[in-house]
């Protein structure tokens, strides 16, 4: 039981330092800046952009991507291992267990992204992790809504709200195609997280002040 129990832990510890990678800062101190005063004072890959360019930029990005990726399937991976599973209580049903332990790994990689042990436990907005975990649980919800956010992008060029929208459609997709209600839940909570992270940009879109891509930005 002790061994089961310190593998769920290593597995959510793993992702969180995974989506604790501090992606856009890093890139920033490698072209000499430190973006966090720059910008937005973000680390995501809309304020790598805006600062340093496409190139740093969609490197950014891909990492993001990526770090939800991985913390996703190294946390199936290991919490797969038959060395692992046969440390589990006989009462715990593998195939119920698994998609929760896979919520708790999911939601400690998108928290590490905004909240980096590396870096003072600040951050980006979790968007691009948040949809690498997606495209890890459930390829058809991650990319219907990859597709919803590059279609709200090339309408409206705010990235933004493009974030926002992506992250209702993931809830509306998930629910549609009767993902187990461990995924259900992840994206739910997921969702109004990066709902919440970008909340500053949501009053500057009311106000009309939120600014596209391209543009500097414009306020608090």
């Not at 340093?52 to 990726?69: R, V």
Request: charged share 10%.
């Amino acid at each position: 039981m002790a061994a089961w129990i310190a593998c769920n832990v290593l597995a959510g510890v793993i992702a969180y330092l995974i989506g604790s990678i501090p992606t856009g800062y890093w890139m920033g101190k490698l072209h000499g800046i430190d973006i966090r005063e720059h910008g937005s004072k973000s680390i995501g890959a809309t304020n790598v952009l805006r600062t340093l360019g496409a190139a740093p930029a969609l490197a950014t990005l891909s990492i993001d991507l990526l770090k939800g990726i991985a913390s996703v399937v190294l946390a199936r991976s290991l919490l797969s291992l038959p060395a692992v599973t046969a440390t589990k209580p006989a009462i715990i049903d593998i195939s119920i267990w698994l998609p929760w332990a896979i919520l708790g790994a999911a939601l400690l990689a998108i928290l590490g992204h905004s909240r980096s042990i590396f870096i003072g436990f600040s951050g980006g907005k979790s968007a691009a992790t948040g949809l690498g975990v997606l495209l890890a649980v459930s390829w058809q919800v991650g990319l219907g809504t990859a597709i919803c956010f590059l279609v709200v992008l090339a309408v409206s060029r705010i990235v933004s709200l493009s974030s926002i929208v992506a992250a209702i459609v993931a809830v509306v997709l998930m629910l549609a195609l009767h993902q187990p209600i461990a995924f259900s839940m992840m994206t739910i909570i997921g969702a109004a997280y990066v709902v919440v992270r970008h909340l500053a940009n949501v009053r500057r879109l009311f106000a009309g002040t939120e600014p596209q891509i391209g543009q500097p930005e414009m306020g608090p």
